[in-house]
């Protein structure tokens, strides 16, 4: 390692530093064979998930566009993730950080925010429980979180409809898979809140080689990109399976969908634990559950080698509900 005045030069100017370059461990202790789970370990970005990045992208391309100035104020919607990874994004450049979720959502999210400096509204349930969060609870923190920037005049980050959202997947979630893999993917799954995960890395996988398979992981009864009838908008993939088919989604990009039930998502969460020393969340064990459930499903060849993403830490979420135990 190069020396500076005697100083190792690996030190990191800022946690905004910390943000990517996460990496991939291969879930060989879960699934033996055949094929190949290669998991990206999201939960490792300073925020505990795979929003960070998405936050970093959104902030910086406000701040070259002018719509944000040094200092200003900022608000968003979230589920928590993106709160998170925005509250550590301007924690770092000074921005006063004001965030809107849903009761649904787990406490531990809030505290997790404001522990960062971020004012946290959680905002009551229109339909949705705790721990099952549906489109019309999302609406109704919309409309309190818009409130805010009406009265402040606070940018609004808008991750649902934020190209910089898909674009710094498609900057470095794609290409990261793609050089650590040795240019090898065969598939790619994930699940779908904002669409900005699964758009931007198939997006950049693809380009590298058309042959990739890419497929959306959709809570079962919530299945509107693969375009079914919503039968169950209550499930515990927080963050995801709104509903609906965002607006930043593109089906060019999308060879299938993949359901998966509560029971499985949390059946594939304890054994990321359990066989491979992860502590992960519901949407991680759904993304697990798609790929095992891809390998064995004929679509693709046995041997293939399929790329997830591990999205957050399990320390973001209450315990798993008794129903599933």
């Excluded at 380009?207 to 959306?216: I, Q």
């Excluded at 697990?288 to 997830?308: C, Q, R």
């Amino acid at each position: 390692m190069a020396l500076v005045n005697g100083v190792g030069n690996e030190i990191k100017s800022s946690a905004l530093e910390l943000i990517g370059n996460t990496p991939i461990v291969a879930l060989d202790r879960l699934h033996p064979g055949p094929g190949r789970i290669l998991a990206k370990c999201e939960f490792m970005n300073p925020g505990a998930s795979i929003k960070c990045r998405s936050s970093l992208r959104m902030i910086e391309r406000a701040l070259e566009s002018g719509e944000l100035q040094p200092g200003e104020p900022v608000v968003e919607v979230t589920s928590g993730n993106q709160g998170c990874g925005l509250a550590v994004v301007c924690a770092v450049l000074g921005h006063p950080l004001t965030l809107a979720m849903s009761k649904g959502n787990s406490a531990q999210r809030a505290i997790h925010m404001e522990a960062l400096g971020a004012t946290c509204l959680r905002v009551p349930q229109v339909e949705g429980t705790y721990g099952n969060v549906t489109l019309a609870d999302v609406k109704a923190v919309e409309v309190e979180g818009l409130k805010v920037v009406e009265k402040t005049g606070a940018f609004y980050v808008n991750q649902f409809n934020n190209h910089g959202n898909s674009l710094s997947h498609y900057e470095t979630t794609g290409p990261e898979i793609w050089k650590q893999t040795g240019h090898r993917v065969d598939a790619f799954v994930a699940t779908v809140g904002t669409a900005g995960t699964f758009t931007g890395t198939s997006r950049y996988l693809k380009e590298m080689n058309p042959d990739v398979k890419s497929y959306v992981v959709e809570p079962a009864g919530a299945e509107p990109i693969k375009g079914d009838a919503i039968t169950k908008p209550l499930h515990l993939l927080q963050g995801s399976g709104y509903g609906c088919v965002p607006n930043l989604f593109k089906f060019d990009y999308m060879d299938g969908t993949i359901p998966v039930t509560d029971e499985e998502a949390v059946d594939y969460m304890k054994q990321i634990g359990y066989k491979e020393g992860l502590y992960v969340g519901y949407t991680s064990g759904a993304n697990v559950a798609a790929a095992v459930k891809l390998l064995k499903s004929g679509k693709i060849p046995e041997d293939s080698w399929v790329v997830t993403t591990l999205n957050d830490s399990g320390l973001k979420y209450t315990p798993v509900p008794t129903e599933f135990t």
